[in-house]
């Protein structure tokens, strides 16, 4: 396996002068006229020309990546102008933080229901060598394991629990989005990829299910809501028989306990207004 490591340089600018030196020497050794002077003018030009090639610039948050004849040789991380191993190829590696939006994808939650889901991915490289070597194109790596991760973590969860057990997509996004920050490091560990933060960026129903569902979570938003209404109703019941007895208002036999009971709960539990009959006198 590939790790990065320091490859040998020099500052560029004493390089550069030291080309400089060589072909000055040549120009001189060939104004001799003479075998000698030809030669070792030849010998300098030549040295001049394979310095040279050695020379290269790295820009800030850029490594420069060298091989030499399909052998790595190092990196260069530090940003400037350098001279290093002649005839090498440098290819360059941005170390830049960058982000990644997945596409929509069509996955089906723990329970079958298909859902949409998108995600961003930031992440920077941190391994060079293993970025170029050890992967085919690193960028095309991470977007492929990114959209993997993404369908293997919503397949583990539902998209929302209407019982409120346990984890789900729409409730728990930032549990979720650790786990796929956690399995996305996992996976492009090899590439020397670094991820800093991966989030959810849509979560929605499929279109063919998203009426439906809809219509579940309405239903049992209202079956919530109807629960709490009773359990007030009962227990403001409760309340005012209990009241009237103890200040001895009226008599209540069960019959009328039972009466007063059935209008009380009507009353505080119908969805609409409740319509009193009042009884203001009798013939007998």
């Known amino acids: 396996m590939f790790q990065e490591k320091k490859v040998f340089r020099v500052?560029?600018?004493v390089g550069l002068l030291v080309v400089f030196v060589l072909i000055a020497a040549g120009v001189f050794a060939f104004s001799t006229g003479e075998t000698a002077g030809y030669i070792n003018g030849s010998i300098l030009a030549v040295v001049a020309v394979l310095?040279?090639?050695g020379m290269t610039v790295v820009q800030p948050n850029q490594a420069m990546v060298?091989?030499?004849f399909g052998k790595y040789m190092g990196v260069i991380r530090d940003s400037g102008f350098y001279m290093t191993i002649p005839l090498s190829a440098q290819k360059k590696v941005s170390l830049r933080v960058r982000n990644f939006n997945s596409s929509m994808l069509k996955v089906n939650d723990v329970e079958g229901?298909?859902?949409?889901?998108?995600?961003v991915v930031v992440f920077s490289v941190v391994d060079s060598a293993k970025a170029l070597f050890e992967v085919d194109d690193y960028e095309s790596f991470v977007e492929i394991q990114s959209e993997t991760?993404?369908?293997?973590?919503?397949?583990?969860?539902?998209?929302d629990n209407l019982d409120g057990a346990g984890f789900s997509l729409r409730s728990n996004a930032e549990e979720i989005a650790m786990e796929l920050t956690n399995e996305l490091q996992a996976r492009?560990?090899?590439a020397g990829v670094n991820v800093r933060e991966s989030r959810l960026t849509h979560l929605a129903y499929s279109t063919e299910i998203a009426s439906a569902m809809l219509q579940r979570q309405q239903a049992s938003a209202i079956i919530s809501a109807r629960e709490k209404i009773v359990e007030g109703a009962v227990t403001m019941v409760q309340l005012a028989i209990e009241r009237l007895e103890?200040?001895?208002?009226?008599?209540?036999d069960e019959e009328r306990k039972a009466a007063m009971i059935n209008n009380l709960l009507v009353a505080v539990v119908s969805d609409r207004s409740a319509q009193p009959v009042i009884n203001t006198s009798t013939i007998y």
């Open 11 to 13: 500052n560029g600018f």
């Open 51 to 53: 310095l040279s090639t």
């Open 66 to 68: 060298l091989t030499f």
């Open 113 to 119: 229901n298909p859902i949409e889901i998108e995600a």
């Open 149 to 159: 991760a993404l369908r293997h973590v919503a397949s583990k969860y539902a998209y």
């Open 188 to 190: 492009l560990e090899i």
């Open 246 to 252: 103890k200040e001895g208002a009226v008599e209540l």
